[in-house]
Structures are given as structure tokens and as C-alpha cells.
């Protein structure tokens, strides 16, 4: 496809892609479904948040860079608040799309936002630092009666100039799926204070007006090193908690007993369920992105934990019903319930939904004693499936494997990878991935990571001399696995640049933990890679052709025609 036509694809009429909110709606085009392509702007958008939750997350982002405005000069004099880093990733992940969809929630995050930027702001006038010129976002002051106001004059469009808006926004993203990965790692007490002073520096470099758009290329650039940063943490956090994922059949059938499940993407918040489950006669299943749980060493040792329940998060509404038991959601990809299955839906950490019983951390430990007995008095999972489902390829056990993958590649047995990491959706052009990996060649592999793998994951592809054509790395910040695999073999094959290696990307997006791991593999050096169901609707398309013409991002096609790309380069 050519440039022009892959833009028009995308983008439509300029005029389109201009569009204002309605007075009573919302601007909001961060995820792969904004509405026609271009943004959610009426009453409610498409994953299901109110115009009024999408505006107080504006708000709530706007409060968080006068936050890190002060933090910053708060730490040239030495004075640290332990509140704040928790504060600003907090902020910025519950504003992920699908993680936290209640009002109140959101007024109460901006009042203690307020707050904690005033207790700061007051230690700094304590030690004789003035103020000038100080941009809006760190002075403003306000009280719940004015957040709706405040709210419309801070969005999306508040910023006029649509290139310089939309790397603004590429960078939020990427500042949004850091925070992600960041809080995890936090949860397992790993922390990086060079990552959380990037993301404060970048928070306040979004309202500075002097910035070219070379300035914010380059910032976004950055950012994608940071984001390779944090990924390696959060890797570190969790294998050196719950050991290195190994090679492991999962269980996708059911028990006869009372069973819990847990989705979302929070291992430490499983950890603190299955101790709290064990011999309690209630099995725990996993869904979604929880599924690579199964692959750590730590958790196999829970004999109540027994499988996973499902596909891929968006289809929530047929399994719960069906699931019978209580749900914990750890973190985002919550499909908006309906009717009695609210019931029994718990949120925890930066998720919630209003009407479920959303459950905090004490002293970092969380009681889920309420989520436990009432899975005792509901009937066992219905069954919606069996066999099991094969695993655990991180690049600790992708390098045990070394010499085997190795040979298979120098003897022509595998002729290409295809790296087809991600997210999925409920677009229905997202049955292109599974008619690809179906597709294929033979003698080829497909490396993945986040739920995109769903589209594939239970198809018979066989294997190449006993190396599986699917290898699961794990969860959506377990992409980092595959930037270390491509590493390593770039290593071993005595290579000068990763792009020589016989691998292809063609990745599925869909939120913005997906934004900063395409940001981390540009800043790794990877070209060409091909993005779908669709190109981000926040690229303008001078940012998108800046990403084009440097980088290679491409969209996908027809299968055939892809794959015949693909092969031939």
C-alpha cells in the first residue's frame, strides 16, 4: 500500500479528523476503537466510559503535571514525598482505556491529587523557592463544583496545532503504559528512580508551548527508552519473586468446585488470592492477560489454582455469565457488566466500575475474604471448553531452548519468526491474525505476547522438531522477552543490526500498554514493523508519515498479500 494511500486509509478527510467534541460529550482517541476511526465524542464512548469519566480523566491528567512540576523542584531541594510516585502511576493507569470507569473514583483521585501538589508546594515556599510564570496546570486550584468546567478547557483539543497535539498525546500513551508497568513493579517493590524522573520531566515538557515538533519526536523517542527501562524492571520484579516462566501445559477445562475468577494483570494480586484460597476448597482460574501466571514456578505450587477460563477480554459477557463465580478485576480490559453478573464482579488496585465492590490494600495487603465466601455459595464454572494450551516462552527458556531454535534456523527447518505480539479487540477485521497465523508456512514460528495471542493460541499449528510454531512469551509487558530473544540471536548469528534477523512483526494494538511497547521496540532499533487492525486514529498524518518514512510503520493488508511481503523481505 502506498504512503498516501495507507494515509488516507487511516485518516480519511482532514476535516474528519478535526472533529470537536459536542458541548454534553467527550474527545477521546487513545484506544483502537474511537469511534469511526477517528474519536469517541458524544455521550459515551465506545469502550463504554461516560463523556463525564473521560473528562475527569483529562482533569485528573492535566492536576498530575502540576504534580511532577513541583516534584521536580521538590527534588532539587532534597525533599521527597513517598506519596507522589505512587500518586502520578496511579493517575496514569487508571486512565487506561477499560481500567476505571467510575465517577467518583476520579473526583476523589483529583481532590488528593490537589492536595498532595499544595503539601509540596508549601514545603518548597518553606525553603525560600518562588514562583513566576508558573504554567496553569500547577497553579490551578479548584473545588468538585468547578471539575466539569475545568475539565472542557484541558481535554485533547485544548491544544490547537493537530501534529504537535498528537505527539503529545503519542507520549501521554507511552507515559500511560510505563505507569503500568511501573505500578506492577512497585507492587513487587522494584522500583527505578530514573524512570519515575523521565516521567515526571515529560509530564511537564506536554505544557511547555516552546516545544518544535523535533523537540517532541525526539521526546517520544526517549520515552520509548525509558519504556525499555521499565519493562526490564517489572521482567526483574517478577521473576525474581515467582522464578523464570518455563515451558507448561495449561489447563482450559473446569473442576466440580466453587471457584473464583481472576483477570487482569496483577500477579501480586494473585499471589494474595491463591494464599488466601489454599485449602479453602475454592479453585482459582485465570482469564485473559492472567493466563501466564500458570508459567511462573511460584504459583505451581497452589494446587487450587487449575486453569484458565476463557479467550480474550472483550469476551466477558458470555464467559462470566457462564463462569457462575465471583470475578477479580486486577487492572484494565473491564467490558461495562450488565444484570446479575455486577454481583459478582470485584475491582481492585486502579481498576473499578461503579456498583461492584471495589477492594483496597491495607498496609499493601488486600482481605479477600468477601470475594471468597461468595464464591462458596455459587455453583462450579459450566464448562466451555477442554484440552490445554502450551506456554511459558520468556526468554529464560527460550535461551534453554538456544542450541534446538539455533539448529532449526541453520539447517532451514524454520525459515522466518513472525513476532505477532499485542492486544485484541472485538473488530471483526481482528480475524485477519487468526487467518494469518493459520497461513503461514510450516517452517515458520510465531512469537507472542498480550492477549492477541487468543486469536491463535488454541489452533493445532503443530511443531518444528518439537519446538512449538506458537511461542507464548507471556503477558502484553512480557513483549520484552521478545526484544531479548531478537537480542540474543542477533548475538549468536553475529549480526550488525537486529533488522537482519529473519523476524517480522506484524503487531495487533490496542490501548496504550501497546503504545509504549511499539516506542520501546523503535528505540531498540526495529523498522518495518506493521501495525493493525489499524493505524492509532491520534497520528495525525504528518506524525503518522514522520513514523513512515523513519521507521518503516506500516499497516497490514489482504493476508496473502502480506505474508508474500513479509516472506520476500
Known amino acids: 500500500m502506498s504512503l498516501k494511500a495507507l494515509i488516507n486509509k487511516t485518516f480519511g478527510k482532514k476535516e474528519t479528523f478535526e472533529m470537536a467534541a459536542s458541548p454534553a460529550g467527550m474527545y477521546c482517541f487513545q484506544c483502537q476503537e474511537a469511534a469511526g476511526g477517528v474519536a469517541c465524542s458524544k455521550a459515551a464512548g465506545v469502550c463504554g466510559k461516560t463523556a463525564e ?174 519504556g525499555v527501562q521499565v519493562m526490564a524492571l517489572l521482567d526483574e520484579a517478577n521473576t525474581s519473586r515467582f522464578g523464570s516462566p518455563e515451558l507448561t501445559e495449561v489447563n482450559i477445562g473446569t473442576r466440580n468446585n466453587p471457584a473464583i475468577l481472576i483477570s487482569g494483570h496483577d500477579l501480586n494480586d494473585l499471589e494474595m488470592l491463591l494464599e488466601q484460597t489454599k485449602e479453602s476448597g475454592v479453585d482459582v482460574y485465570t482469564h485473559s492477560e492472567m493466563l501466564p501466571a500458570h508459567y511462573y514456578p511460584q504459583f505451581k505450587k497452589y494446587d487450587n489454582l487449575v486453569g484458565n477460563y476463557g479467550n480474550a477480554w472483550w469476551k466477558q459477557k458470555e464467559e462470566f455469565a457462564s463462569f457462575n463465580g465471583p470475578v477479580l478485576f486486577t487492572t484494565n480490559c473491564i467490558v461495562p457488566p450488565k444484570g446479575k453478573v455486577q454481583e459478582r464482579i470485584f475491582t481492585t488496585g486502579s481498576s473499578g466500575f461503579p456498583g461492584c465492590v471495589h477492594i483496597d490494600a491495607v498496609d499493601g495487603k488486600k482481605d479477600f475474604t468477601q470475594i471468597i465466601e461468595l464464591a462458596k455459595t455459587l455453583p462450579a464454572p459450566t464448562s466451555i471448553e477442554e484440552g490445554k494450551i502450551v506456554g511459558g516462552f520468556a526468554h529464560a527458556q527460550v535461551f534453554a531452548l538456544a542450541d534446538k531454535v539455533v539448529d532449526a534456523v541453520k539447517t532451514g527447518a524454520i525459515k522466518q519468526f513472525f513476532v505477532m505480539a499485542g ?42 522438531g518439537g519446538i512449538p510454531r506458537v511461542l507464548d512469551a507471556g503477558q502484553c509487558n512480557d513483549s520484552y522477552s521478545l526484544a531479548v530473544i531478537a537480542l540474543k540471536l542477533k548475538e549468536i548469528f553475529e549480526l550488525e543490526d537486529i533488522n537482519e534477523l529473519p523476524i517480522s512483526y506484524n503487531i495487533a494494538w490496542y490501548e496504550q500498554k501497546a503504545v509504549i511497547v511499539l516506542l520501546a521496540l523503535l528505540a531498540l532499533g526495529v523498522k518495518n514493523i506493521h501495525l493493525g487492525p489499524t493505524l492509532p486514529a491520534f497520528l495525525s498524518p504528518n506524525v503518522a508519515n514522520v513514523l513512515i518514512n523513519n521507521f518503516g510503520i506500516a499497516g497490514i493488508g489482504e493476508v496473502e498479500d502480506d505474508i508474500k511481503l513479509f516472506l520476500g523481505n
Open 53 to 226: 469519566v473521560a473528562n475527569l480523566q483529562d482533569l485528573l491528567l492535566f492536576v498530575t503535571k502540576g504534580i511532577a512540576f513541583y516534584n521536580q523542584k521538590a527534588r532539587e531541594y532534597s525533599i521527597n514525598n513517598e506519596n507522589t510516585d505512587k500518586l502520578i502511576f496511579d493517575a496514569l493507569f487508571a486512565t487506561i482505556t477499560n481500567a476505571n470507569f467510575d465517577e467518583d473514583v476520579f473526583m476523589n483521585k483529583i481532590e488528593t491529587a490537589l492536595e498532595i501538589r499544595d503539601i509540596i508546594k508549601k514545603e518548597l515556599i518553606t525553603k525560600g523557592v518562588k514562583f513566576n510564570n508558573l504554567h496553569d496546570s500547577a497553579k490551578w486550584t479548584g473545588d468538585r463544583s468547578t471539575f466539569a468546567k475545568k475539565a472542557t478547557e484541558v481535554g485533547i483539543l485544548s491544544t490547537e496545532n493537530e501534529d504537535i497535539r498528537s505527539l503529545r498525546e503519542l507520549i501521554t500513551y507511552g507515559l500511560k503504559g510505563m505507569a503500568a508497568y511501573g505500578m506492577h513493579a512497585l507492587h513487587l517493590d522494584k522500583i527505578s528512580v530514573d524512570v519515575n524522573i523521565f516521567i515526571e520531566e515529560a509530564l511537564v515538557a506536554l505544557t511547555d508551548d516552546t516545544l518544535s515538533v523535533d523537540d517532541l519526536v525526539a521526546l517520544t523517542l526517549k520515552t520509548g527508552d525509558f
Open 423 to 464: 492486544c485484541d479487540g472485538r473488530q471483526k477485521g481482528r480475524d485477519y491474525y487468526t487467518d494469518f497465523a493459520n497461513a503461514i508456512p510450516e517452517d515458520t514460528v510465531i512469537l507472542t505476547a498480550g492477549c492477541a495471542k487468543y486469536r491463535y493460541n488454541k489452533l493445532n499449528l503443530g511443531d518444528i
